[in-house]
């Protein structure tokens, strides 16, 4: 009774130590473990240095062995030679053998496995007295390793790794034993890491248990226990190899009888577990925020909206990103042509927008509502035609245009004796006929709606001002104003005393 409370407490010992929070004590102390026990061997401060290879793989310059390194307990200083650190160093690529890099140098960085590889714990005939303990786990040996090449082979690059040893040398070694005794590895071909990392941990496994085979667990049959006991079987742990001990875990299936409520327990091991890859709850749209100012400045931002939600949405992450409030704000579509689409619904569904759709943002005054802006059918774009603009004495250029957007707007109640004003969202375009290209930044105008037609064109150029060249601003033509959405093109003349009035606006 008191040996199975014996291996019960050793068990439960090693559990703790296997799911401990991994800190710079723990491995500080294994740090400090690691250098006093190798100290005292030969390995340790050897200044040779395999020269089997031409090509070094860029590790010339690693200036193997640190004599004489300083080293108290606690003290994590010491663990460095220089400014180098113990056991992080580059594996040379041998061909493809990048899969077999990666596995070695996660398991070289596995505490407890580097440690029993490093400090070849897995050797020799102690007596149970002098078996050495890996961070207090009592290791159980199965004799003299035999035939085991390639955990030998491991065992030294894991201890050159960490003794600042390593030359490519060493994993070719490695590679070379690997290929004897795996065909499938022969070779510098391509490999999947988890299928070398299983092979690699069952190769260990069973050179440990080389010494004497007949002690391999057999395969239990299921084990039925009663609805209390949560806990999978525990066998000895001198039945298995260390590898099973640190890296075997097990499924447990159970059952429940309806009528008697009687649970069986099943115990499957197993060494690695697939897990979904879950489904993104998330999409990104990209904005560009066109904010408001004397001369507007953009700035592109990402957003993470859920799927299938509304524009509503899309609206309050973009609120959240920039701190300006949701009614604050025109969502719209614009390409290198001008405007395209506005998103003025907030109920409409999200998915009427792409990740690749260009969607602007655009800031406007704070007396802005936006339950006074139309939907799609209803809103007005409209295309600012500039002909003949004339730069200081030559008479004409190339002809463009200005598009933009006008949203008709109601001032607030406690605003009401003030004139109606109207949004207007512009961009400008240099065009020949129907071919153009859009060109600076697009701006906000906040205008009353009885302005004539020299005060807008005032306020448009005075905003394109740091786009022109001097004396445009004073030598400008007039331009027509261009109405989309309606039947057929309807251009807002110059003679038109006060352009935004006009039926053609409402």
């Known amino acids: 009774m008191s040996c199975k409370a014996a291996t019960k407490d050793k068990k439960s010992s090693f559990s703790k130590k296997l799911f401990r929070r991994g800190s710079v004590r723990s491995v500080g102390s294994f740090m400090g473990r690691f250098i006093r026990t190798l100290t005292a061997l030969s390995h340790y401060g050897s200044e040779v240095q395999a020269e089997d290879e031409k090509d070094d793989g860029g590790f010339s310059s690693f200036k193997p062995g640190c004599k004489d ?11 460095l030679c220089g400014d180098r650190v113990p056991g992080v160093s580059g594996l040379k690529n041998h061909g493809n053998t990048c899969f077999m890099n990666a ?3 996660c398991l070289s960085n596995t505490e407890l496995f580097a440690e029993y590889l490093v400090l070849e714990h897995y050797k020799g005939d102690e007596q149970e007295e002098d078996k050495p303990k890996t961070n207090g786990l009592l290791l159980h040996k199965k004799g003299p390793l035999a035939k085991g090449e390639v955990t030998e082979q491991l065992s030294g690059l894991m201890r050159a790794l960490w003794t600042f040893e390593y030359t490519p040398q060493h994993s070719r070694d490695f590679k070379n034993a690997v290929s004897k005794n795996a065909i499938q590895f022969k070779g510098n071909s391509q490999h999947d890491a988890q299928e070398f990392l299983l092979w690699l941990l ?18 239990k049959p299921p084990i039925e226990e009663d609805d209390q006991s949560l806990e999978g079987p525990s ?4 039945a298995g190899s260390f590898v099973q001990e640190l890296f075997q875990a097990q499924y447990r299936s159970s059952l ?5 409520q009687k649970q069986s327990n099943t115990f499957d091991p197993f060494l690695c ?8 709850h998330t999409r990104p749209l990209y904005v560009t925020v066109v904010y408001q100012g004397k001369y507007s400045h953009c700035m592109r931002i990402g957003v993470a909206v859920p799927l299938n939600s509304t524009v509503y949405r899309l609206r309050d992450a973009v609120s959240r990103e920039t701190k300006i409030p949701m009614d604050q704000f025109v969502l719209t579509e614009m390409y290198y042509d001008g405007f395209h689409r506005s998103f003025c619904d907030d109920d409409d569904d999200l998915e009427i927008i792409q990740e690749s759709d260009s969607i602007f943002a655009f800031e406007t005054p704070e007396t802005f509502k936006l339950e006074n802006i139309r939907t799609k059918r209803g809103s007005l774009l409209a295309n600012l035609n500039h002909n003949n603009l004339k730069y200081g004495t030559e008479m004409s250029r190339t002809p463009s245009f200005m598009q933009g957007a006008l949203t008709p707007l109601t001032a607030s109640p406690n605003k009401n004796l003030g004139p109606e004003k109207v949004i207007l969202l512009v961009c400008n375009r240099a065009c020949t006929g129907h071919q153009g290209k859009r060109f600076g930044l697009p701006f906000v105008l906040y205008m009353e709606r009885t302005v004539t037609w020299d005060t807008l064109q005032k306020e448009i150029l005075e905003k394109m001002r740091h786009l022109l060249r001097p004396g445009v601003f004073i030598q400008v033509g007039p331009f027509s104003l261009r109405v989309v959405g309606v039947v057929g093109i309807t251009y807002l003349l110059p003679q038109d005393e006060r352009p935004l009035c006009h039926p053609t606006v409402e």
């Open 202 to 219: 069952d190769r260990v496994h069973e050179d440990l248990n080389t010494g004497n085979p007949n002690i391999r667990p057999a395969i």
């Open 273 to 280: 577990i697939s897990l979904p890859i879950p489904l993104p």
């Open 69 to 79: 390194v300083p080293m108290e307990d606690g003290d994590l200083a010491g663990l």
């Open 256 to 260: 429940t009888c309806p009528h008697c």
């Open 103 to 105: 596995i070695l140098q």
């Open 235 to 238: 066998p000895p742990l001198s």
